[in-house]
């Protein structure tokens, strides 16, 4: 499993702690963090699971939404 999380740069900590709870939740999972300086199209905080989008607002979402998200995706 691949997940993308592409943050605004004022939100690393919010992204480091979804990547420690997604590896928690998912040892083998793959994850990519991408801090970007703007927004990606009005978005400053995304996450992708396998390419699809989970997760896309300006600001960091709630991580236990998130990963049942990319649950109910599974």
């Known amino acids: 499993m691949l997940v993308t999380i592409i943050y ?3 939100f690393r900590d919010n ?3 979804l990547k420690s709870d997604i590896l928690e ?3 083998d999972a793959s994850v ?3 801090g ?3 927004s990606l199209s009005g978005a400053t905080y995304q996450v992708q699971h396998d390419g699809g989008v989970v997760y ?3 600001t960091a ?3 236990t939404t998130i990963i049942n998200s990319i649950k ?3």
């Open 8 to 10: 605004n740069t004022e």
């Open 36 to 38: 970007i300086r703007d």
């Open 25 to 27: 939740e998912w040892s």
């Open 56 to 58: 896309r607002g300006t």
């Open 15 to 17: 992204a480091g702690s």
């Open 72 to 74: 109910a995706r599974l």
């Open 32 to 34: 990519n963090m991408m």
């Open 61 to 63: 979402g709630n991580n």
